[in-house]
Each structure stands twice: as structure tokens, then as C-alpha cells.
């Protein structure tokens, strides 16, 4: 019965009992979950490396700037935003999309979470694509972003 979105048709307790010891991590969760749901989604600007099939779209890998750095960057997307992110891909231009980002555990990457907006962008479109191309690793970046020109 705590929960505002899911109704509970079973007998509910009237009375709860906490530790004190308990209370301080309960205020922290509380605050946490706040600051979580309050978030609005987060501008990336990444160019793909990777994009594997799953089950149900892909997972697409890529180097991102973030925080003016270039990151790894991945993302789970679905069917319509796959057929975007391999455009790009195939073209070698950079996206933009909006969504949650996280950093994984123990690793310098992100994951985009619930992305959305996807948007194909050349250098000639927006500064931050040249910008994250010289800051991406160069072994990765002569091998997987050769500047193409249209016509070539």
C-alpha cells in the first residue's frame, strides 16, 4: 500500500518497525530515487563503432563525448532506431540522441539508457562532431572514421 502507482488488493500492514540503525540508509535510498526520477534525459554525441543484433534490435557501440572527453559509449536500441544508427554508420556520421546516462561499474564507459531522438549529424552541421573526432583514440579513430568526402 506504500505505492502510489500499483494497487494492492491483500492485507496490508498497519504498523511498521524500523532500527534507528536503518533509518540513515532509508533517507539516503529516498534521496537518491528523488534526484533519479527529477533527472532529465542527457544530450550524446557519439560516433558508432559497433552494432551487433539481439533479439530484440541491437546493441550499438561507440565513442562519445562527454563532459568534453571521448568515452565508450553503448546503447540497446530497437528496431526503428537500428535502421538509423546503420545509416549513420554506413555513412560515418555522427549521432545525437537523448536518454539516461549511466557509467558502468568498474569500466571508463557510459550506457545510454531509453534512447530516444536519434539525429544524424555531419561535421559541417555541428562543431562537436569534428571536436569528438580528434579526441577519439587515434588507433580506433583511423581505423574505424576515415573523414569521407561526398562523391568519393
Request: proline content about 5%; overall charge positive.
Amino acid at each position: 500500500r506504500l505505492s502510489s502507482v500499483r494497487k494492492f488488493g491483500g492485507p496490508a500492514l498497519s504498523q511498521w518497525t524500523f532500527s534507528s540503525s536503518v533509518l540513515h540508509t532509508l533517507r539516503e535510498i529516498s534521496e537518491r530515487l528523488k534526484t533519479f526520477a527529477l533527472r532529465s534525459d542527457d544530450s550524446v554525441l557519439f560516433l558508432i563503432t559497433e552494432i551487433r543484433p539481439t533479439r530484440r534490435g541491437a546493441t550499438v557501440r561507440g565513442i562519445g563525448l562527454i563532459d568534453g572527453e571521448a568515452r565508450a559509449v553503448s546503447m540497446n536500441v530497437d528496431d526503428e532506431l537500428l535502421r538509423q544508427a546503420d545509416l549513420a554508420k554506413s555513412r560515418n556520421e555522427a549521432v545525437r540522441c537523448q536518454g539516461r546516462l549511466r557509467r558502468k561499474p568498474n569500466t571508463n564507459g557510459y550506457e545510454v539508457l531509453q534512447p530516444h531522438e536519434f539525429e544524424i549529424l555531419r561535421a559541417e552541421d555541428d562543431p562537436g562532431v569534428e571536436a569528438l573526432r580528434r579526441k577519439a583514440p587515434q588507433a580506433s579513430h583511423r581505423a574505424q572514421y576515415p573523414l569521407l568526402r561526398e562523391g568519393s
